[in-house]
Nanobody, 120 residues
Framework: QVQLVESGGGLVQAGGSLTLSCSVS????????MAWYRQAPGKQRELVAVISSGSTNYANSAKGRFTISRDNVKNTGYLRMNSLKPEDTAVYYC???????????????WGQGTQVTVSS
C-alpha cells in the first residue's frame, strides 16, 4: 500500500512563503510523476505544478512564484511557494504516479491535503 502524506501548510500573511512537503511511503519501485493540486472553497480542484523525469510545468497562477521539486532518495516532493496571495488560499493536495513492487505500471495516489491560508 502506498501512502502520501502532506505537511507544511498553515497560516501566512500575504507576501509570505511556505514550503509544502509530500512524503511517499510503501513498497515503491519508482515514482513517475508528482504533482500538486489545490482546491479552494466552492471551486474545482486545479493543477498547480507537476514534475516528471526532471521536467516541470506550472499553472499560470503559479509561474514565477512557486517551485516544485523532488528528492528521489527520500521519495519526497516539495512545493515552495513565495509571494503568496490571498487567492492562493486552498487545500493543497499531493498527487503521484507510483510503481509498486510486483507491478509494471504505475498507479495514481492522492494525499489527504494540507490547508494553506493566506491573510491579506
Amino acid at each position: 500500500q502506498v501512502q502520501l502524506v502532506e505537511s507544511g501548510g498553515g497560516l501566512v500573511q500575504a507576501g509570505g512563503s511556505l514550503t509544502l512537503s509530500c512524503s511517499v511511503s510503501g513498497s515503491i519501485v519508482r515514482i513517475n510523476m508528482m504533482a500538486w493540486y489545490r482546491q479552494a472553497p466552492g471551486k474545482q480542484r486545479e493543477l498547480v505544478a507537476v514534475i516528471s523525469s526532471g521536467s516541470t510545468n506550472y499553472a499560470n497562477s503559479a509561474k514565477g512564484r512557486f517551485t516544485i521539486s523532488r528528492d528521489n532518495v527520500k521519495n519526497t516532493g516539495y512545493l515552495r511557494m513565495n509571494s503568496l496571495k490571498p487567492e492562493d488560499t486552498a487545500v493543497y493536495y499531493c498527487n503521484a504516479d507510483v510503481i509498486q513492487q510486483g507491478f509494471i505500471r504505475g498507479r495514481n495516489y492522492w494525499g489527504q491535503g494540507t490547508q494553506v491560508t493566506v491573510s491579506s
